[in-house]
């Protein structure tokens, strides 16, 4: 948060000189997760009940959300800041007549970044840029069992939180319309990201312990392809 | 801003957060219900007890049974998880129900094993309840008597079958605690077939067993003799006739014992009839006279024992306090005397006691005739000896024609045709008989101190007096002889049978004198000393010596003589041919005489 109050002041203290945009970001993303699909394996093969449980959902890609504010600092270099949304999860299931034995991992990630954003071409309507984003990202998982049996349902659950750092090259193309005298402009953007310095994944109630897989502290793996759709607003 | 980011952030990650979703159903299929026994392992569908005891449960299924709960009238009586170590089971306290019927419900609990999520995690169970019926009896087991039938000649024991679900077996036991003769677990069993008893008294119990122990019924006993009959025969010898006995199937051999040897065998059963040498004794009635053995196919043996005493009746005439000395028959009135040292008593033909009179007298004779009794005792205030006619009936003292004396030897006859004559000069104390004759309403006395003897014969045609035999002819008395009279004889008398015969009696014999001819023959009895009574009796022929220690039957035709033995002073009469014993005998003295040796 403090960063982020910093950021908004660096920014602010400047803005009466550069132009500015904001940007909202709708997308999919796509998340290796290959810690938390190995927890599935190991749920599957350690589980005391003797049923045939099986991964039904393993940290598919889902929808993203995100923001963006940058000044144009030069004609060619504008660096702003983002933050984004991410979720995914998984669920190993086993489900006959008398009821259901459910394993999920929910995790979801607020991304804080740099958005360093560099003009490729810069059109009339249509502008490309190269944008090595960078920043964090806090996840926060949520690892839940739940059995359903008779009508009688039971569940327990533990959450676990990570700061990772992420890097995210991509490449944003945003056409910009003359109604709004050029203000307005709708783009994608895709990139790759990648999550770098993977920091354990700590029990929220007890920070001194952590989720381990097969023996391994287990990470949240963002990476993956990222593309959105784009809305942006330039201010000035 | 923070609080601003706070209360979108919440709202941003709940509306956009990843939800997992899919299933993975595995069809299962639905647990077994077909197939599952709950059952009672030693009953069907009713449960029989007759003591606590547990009761065992089956059970066979696919679902494995974890729990059972029983419930007898709705009272839990067992709840939970099941033993490992035996098969499920519940206790049934019997003194807590009681003799009766009572509904009892046994659930079982039992998990599916149907490998569901919920048969996994040990939630998925299934219950089967099942009702049957608690029968419980503790009432006693009755006693079981044993019935005997012996139609067909063999002994079949039988009793009344033991129909209740405790049954184990019957043991029948015989004639003895340690004697089980038969034992058969099927309770519709209930005949026994004995081929070996034969006569005699057995007795059978019969025994129950039960799951709660045995009980012993009551003894029944059963007897059963041959018909044993014992006849007189001529040449001194006695046949034995005896009827098969009840149990004569399992009689295979007859042996016959006659005082204790082995007198006649029989195999099977032809003879009924045995006939012996009669080598019995006159006397008490001796029991083991005879053992007659039926012998079975076996060890065992039937022994009857049969008694047989000399004589042809026995009698309870009804003297128990001192012995008889002398009986007289009345044979007009049809009574008899008894005279025991105490009492004079009458008795009817049957020898029921009529009347009786105590005597306080030292001794008296008496004799009967006609309708009188006389009696002749000895008066202690007079010291003399008194003569008097006795009623009969009440047995009261009457005086005889108004005389208290009797003078030996003049003839003193009381009878209408002859001149009565008393004097006062009776010698005394002294012995003396009186004989009556039973034509002549006479009376003779004989002094044995005096020498004196006189008799009449029963026609009135001759008389006895002292030593000298007279003819009479009306009035007159003709001398005929001179018989000496020997100092030892104190009985003169005619014989009523033989009227040409004058007996005189000593205690050591008899002089028979033929009137007719004056011929004497003399008839001795051995071994008589000491007699004290001496009777005739016309009807036998015979004279009996009775003394302390035996009695001597002499026939005077024959001089054929036998010994009675005298047991505890047995005194004996002889009145109309019938020997009479204080021992409460009478004998016909013709069979008597045919034992004579």
Redesign the interface.
Known sequence: ?KFI?LSVLVLLAGSHLMAQEITLSVGYGTYKMSDLKALNDEIQLSSD??????T??DF?G??A?GGSFTWQLTDRFALGSEVN?N?????V?????????HF???I?A?SFGVLPSFKLVDGASVIVEGQPRAGITASSLSVKES?N??GTFASDALDFTSINIYLEPGLRIVRYFPFGNNKIGLGLRVGYHFTLAKSKLFLKDDDTMHLLVAGEPAHADWTGVRGDFLLSLRLR | ??KV?ALL?PL??VI?????????????P?PVTTGIVLDLAEYTDTIFVFQSESVILMYQGKPSLEEINVSINNESVRSGGIDTWGPPNFYVDVMKFGTGFYSVEVTAIAKTN?G??????N??KMSITKEFVLAVDIDPVPSLPVHFDTSDGRLRVSWKPYKKKNFVSYELWQDCWNCMVASTTDPDDTTFIDTQFTVGRTNYRLVTVTSTGAHSGEESFLTSFSDVAITSLPDNKLELTFSRPACHANVKEIRVYQLGSLVHTDVGFSDTTVVVENDFPFGDRIMDAFEIEFVPDGPASGIQMVPYEIGSRILDMNIYDDWVRKVEYNQSLNQYYVKSRRYLRVLDHNFNKQAEREYNVQDFTISANGSYMYAEMYNSWTGKYQMCSVNPITLDTLNLKGFDNIYVPHLQVANTNYLSTYTNNYPSPDRHYVQALPNLNAIYVRSVVSGALSAISPDGEHFFSYNTLYKIEGTTFTQIATIPVNSNEYMAVFRADNPDELLLISNSGVRALSISTDNVRSLSVNGAAGSWILQYDPVSKSVLYTGSAKSIVLDVDTGASFTIPSKENVAFSLTNGKLISSHSYVADLSFIKSLAK
């Open positions: 948060m109050q009940i003797d049923l045939p449980l099986k039904v959902d598919p889902y929808v959300f949304f979720s995914t999860g998984s669920r299931s086993y489900d006959d007549y008398s009821g259901s034995l999920e991992q929910k979801h607020i059995i049996v008779g | 801003m923070k980011i952030l941003v990650v956009s957060c990843y939800d997992p979703s899919g299933e993975n159903f595995v069809n299962v639905a149907s569901s999520l919920a048969d996994k995690i939630v998925e």
